[in-house]
């Protein structure tokens, strides 16, 4: 792949300014809140990479609002394979089809890190770099989420963060996304749902990774 040009505030601002006209208004809000909260979330585990993450948060629902039908489609498009529990949770299709949307359409944010980061937004994966855990916690905690989940989760991620060493930041991420994972299994489990198998190993890889450091 040939490297790609440096992610600048004018490429942000002329993407933010494309998206608005292209989904919704109560989505481009809360795309515009899981910027803004990628953002705070980035000076305290990225620093250096805080552009980058906000591209991430601008592009990750751009597939957000496909019927069904839409969705089949784009992944018969990109060869993107399709399982039974796919089918039955529709909803997890924009990560994956947003990744071959981007690489069509927004070429200049087709960053591999941006790519997937969004890809496992959703479901989660058992290999997530800190990037994607950040894009992961910044959709469920944003600010313009009134779910009493997301407002639990808000509340226990920043009320300590600000008096915990780096270390233990890292470590307070990881107890944050694991209860994020179990608040989303035990939702799916009362509505009768089936749950993404990607779900499960995010969980599962999380508590290991928790108890390697808390042997």
């Known amino acids: ?30 795309t515009l809140g899981v910027e803004k909260e990628i953002v705070k979330l980035g000076k305290i585990y990225l620093p250096q990479d805080i552009l980058r993450l906000r591209a991430a948060a601008l592009l990750h629902d751009v597939t957000k609002e496909y019927t069904t039908q839409e969705q089949l489609e784009l992944c018969r498009r990109y060869h993107l394979p399709v399982t039974e529990v796919d089918r039955l949770s529709p909803k997890i299709f924009h990560a994956r089809t947003a990744v071959g949307v981007i690489q069509d359409e927004f070429s200049a944010f087709a960053d591999p890190v941006i790519l997937d980061a969004i890809a496992k937004h959703t479901t989660g994966a058992r290999e997530m770099s800190l990037f994607a855990k950040l894009l992961y916690l910044a959709d469920y905690i944003e600010e313009t989420r009134t779910f009493d989940d997301c407002v639990m989760l808000r509340q226990a991620f920043w009320e300590p963060i600000f008096a915990l060493s780096q270390e233990e930041r890292l470590a307070h991420l990881n107890r944050v996304l694991l209860r994020s994972f179990d608040m989303t299994i035990v939702s799916l489990l009362k509505e009768g749902c089936v749950i993404a198998p990607a779900t499960i190993d995010s969980r599962n890889a999380l508590i290991e990774e928790i108890n390697k450091h808390n042997p």
């Open 1 to 30: 792949m040939e490297s790609l040009p440096c992610i600048t505030e004018k490429a942000l601002d002329s993407l933010r300014k494309t998206l608005s006209g292209r989904i919704k208004e109560h989505r481009f809000l809360h």
